[in-house]
């Protein structure tokens, strides 16, 4: 029943939104802080104190919040890293919360306290999305590299449930929790939520590709999808021969990094400018030029690609990954050739490449 009526208060208020020609969605990167360092995630390589220390302090993350406020946005994600090792996290939150912002927490349990999970009570965000990759230890340690954080995160975990707060599992697809999933399955189910797995690893923020080597193989995703029914491969869409298919430059929502830069797409974050110069509007007109007309520029095989439509490679993802927006990544190519039926698309590929 809430899931219905999210759905529809979300659309009527996005509608309303769109018709003010007003952005509708902020996700706020409070921290690149994190306890745990994940083997695959992108954003740990800025997880370390020169990094950190150079954050926003909370007089000017509230400044943000307040032009974030002012531009017309209600829906707000506090993200990272994980925005609760902040030690003022509860103080931006609060802020935000007297402001009137429909808020959603990004967190992986770890480092929820009992005062956090207290104050949030009170106070409650419109969910807490957790994610959890393992409910082995050893094999969660192993992910998250950080010996004792399992049980840490099921106690965080429970502090959340315990206190009836809205909650969302995630849960990140890989080599290394292949065979543990059927478990995580469980154990989410257990507790009265849907099992959502993502199988969508890509490079690190600073290029390191190192995080890719940790994908599912594109058979192994077939034999998941046949179990778990993933279909991560956006069938439906409407065929678009357009370089960007998302909704970057759309005037739909932004993305803040932990310095204060607004960038329009969480994958592309240069060109950026610093909010703590500028208004959202000045810097939203400067950055479009970068979906201004959306169309490819080069004769990259993904132009006339037949069944890009089922592809999950975007500008983002290839930019990261090969330092070109319009090139093929060869593993999203062979996932959406397999996924369709259609033999192996890797020697031809390769070839050419």
Same mark, same amino acid.
């Given at each position: ?130 994610? !959890? ?141 610093? !909010? ?76 050419? !490449?």
């Amino acid at each position: 029943m809430r899931e219905l009526e999210y759905k529809a208060f979300s659309f009527r208020t996005h509608k309303k939104n769109w018709q003010m020609n007003r952005l509708n969605v902020c996700q706020f990167e409070l921290t690149f802080g994190c306890g745990l360092h994940c083997k695959h995630c992108y954003a740990d390589c800025y997880n370390k104190l020169p990094y950190i220390r150079k954050e926003l302090d909370t007089k000017q993350v509230k400044l943000i919040l307040d032009k974030v406020h002012k531009a017309g946005m209600i829906w707000l994600c506090f993200t990272g890293g994980d925005p609760l090792t902040r030690p003022d996290f509860l103080e931006v939150y609060s802020f935000a919360k007297d402001k009137g912002f429909i808020i959603t927490v990004f967190t992986n349990g770890y480092s929820m306290t009992r005062r956090i999970a207290d104050y949030l009570k009170e106070k409650p965000p419109f969910v807490i999305e957790v994610t !959890l990759n393992a409910v082995t230890g050893k094999i969660y340690e192993d992910i998250s590299r950080v010996k004792g954080s399992y049980d840490k995160m099921m106690a965080g975990l429970k502090m959340i449930a315990e206190r009836k707060l809205s909650l969302d599992i995630k849960t990140q697809a890989m080599q290394n929790n292949l065979e543990e999933l059927p478990k995580i399955k469980e154990f989410i189910e257990s507790l009265g939520l849907k099992f959502r797995p993502s199988f969508d690893l890509h490079s690190r923020l600073n290029g390191d590709l190192t995080s890719c080597d940790f994908r599912i193989s594109p058979d192994d995703y077939l034999r998941l999808n046949k179990r778990f029914s993933l279909d991560p491969a956006e069938k439906g869409k409407k065929p678009d021969t357009n370089l960007f298919r998302c909704a970057a430059g759309d005037r739909d929502g932004i993305h803040i990094d932990p310095y204060g830069n607004i960038f329009l797409c969480n994958l592309i974050r240069k060109p950026s400018f610093n !909010l703590l110069n500028m208004g959202i509007e000045d810097a939203l007109n400067r950055l479009s030029f970068l979906v201004k007309d959306r169309r490819f520029t080069t004769d990259s095989k993904c132009k006339n690609c037949k069944i890009r439509e089922f592809c999950r490679n975007c500008p983002g993802r290839a930019l990261l990954e090969t330092g070109d927006k319009e090139a093929v990544v060869p593993y999203y190519c062979e996932l959406a050739h397999l996924t369709l039926g259609y033999p192996s698309h890797k020697e031809e590929l390769e070839a050419v !490449l």
